[in-house]
């Protein structure tokens, strides 16, 4: 009877974990949410507002949202915050002009109170492109090492192929099982 009862409960009481991914325009946020919903490469236009699908992870309900990272859009990223779990940064490897920008922004979320306790993934998208930063530099570059109040966690990816974002993954799934 317990096993039925455990069995009942887990397929009527998933919880779902609210993501965001965020990063500029053209890091390749939309095309990692496809590769987590459809495991294929989805042929994207710019993010205008949002896209949202539920990934599902050895039974772990996560719903994600893809927000959109042009510079017009970015100030409006806070009203997605609330009870948001998880923060997934991704930046472009190859974009060595605008990584600053991208510490600028990183820095503006993880001091908002509605992110307080999120936990943070950064994907170093890009990995495949010859002469892109390494995580190394992306990980100085945005002074990761100075996070001290959220949980953080760097991983180089390439989008395209799927490669690096199931480490990802595994790492947010790692931190829920510690709370």
């Known amino acids: 009877m317990g ?16 993501v ?5 325009d053209n890091a390749g946020k939309t095309t990692i949410l496809y590769q987590f919903s ?5 042929h994207t236009s710019p993010t205008i507002g949002s896209n949202v699908e539920e990934i599902v992870v050895k039974n772990t ?18 009203t ?3 009870n948001t779990e998880f923060v997934i940064v991704v930046v472009d490897s190859t974009d060595r ?20 306790k999120a936990g943070l993934l950064v ?14 530099e992306i990980s100085q570059s945005l002074q ?13 990816c390439c989008a395209l192929t799927g490669e690096g974002l199931c480490q990802g993954l595994e790492w947010m799934m790692s931190r829920l099982r510690v709370r």
Request: net charge neutral; hydrophobic share 40%.
């Open 144 to 156: 990761l090492t100075s996070v001290k109040d959220h949980q953080w966690h760097i991983q180089a």
């Open 20 to 24: 965001i991914i965020v990063g500029l």
């Open 61 to 78: 309900h996560f719903l994600m949202w893809d927000i959109g990272g042009q510079e017009s859009l970015r100030s409006s990223w806070n």
């Open 97 to 116: 002009e605008r990584i600053s920008v991208t510490r600028e922004e990183l820095y503006r979320m993880l001091a908002h109170e509605d992110l307080k």
């Open 38 to 42: 459809m495991n294929e490469v989805v």
């Open 80 to 82: 997605y915050y609330t």
């Open 3 to 18: 096993i039925i009862f455990t069995k009942l409960w887990r397929l009527f009481n998933h919880q779902e974990h609210k």
């Open 123 to 136: 994907f170093a998208n890009k990995q495949d492109v010859k002469g892109c930063m390494t995580v190394a």
